[in-house]
Nanobody
Framework: VQLQASGGGLVQPGGSLRLSCRAS????????MGWYRQVPGKQRELVAI???????KYADSVKDRFTISRDNARNTLTLQMNGLKPEDTAVYYC?????????WGQGTLVTVSS
């Protein structure tokens, strides 16, 4: 299984970024998918998930600003991030899981700074 995340970068506060995670070697539509983030010295935390059914869940800190979506035909997970804040700065990871099998992507750095 390979999860290739992309789309990170430097953005000013209030700006937007769109992260993508392309999956290969996996039956994508059968997997629950999610975005997590981590800053140095802190635990990795959940940002948003989308289950195989399409149900979504968001961390309170990103509700109404971030939108997670999946395209099963393209094996792609997306995170649209609007209204970015400096505290959103982190390395963002995509995760796939089902039936006790968990896979992580390599991470993409998002920096929110003026």
């Amino acid at each position: 299984v390979q999860l290739q995340a992309s789309g990170g970068g430097l953005v000013q506060p209030g700006g937007s970024l769109r992260l993508s995670c392309r999956a290969s070697g996996v039956l994508f539509s059968n997997k629950h998918m999610g975005w997590y983030r981590q800053v140095p010295g802190k635990q990795r935390e959940l940002v948003a998930i989308v289950e195989s059914s399409g149900s979504t869940k968001y961390a309170d800190s990103v509700k109404d600003r971030f939108t997670i979506s999946r395209d099963n035909a393209r094996n792609t997970l997306t995170l649209q991030m609007n209204g970015l804040k400096p505290e959103d700065t982190a390395v963002y990871y995509c995760r796939a899981w089902r039936y006790g099998i968990v896979d992580w992507g390599q991470g993409t750095l998002v920096t929110v700074s003026s």
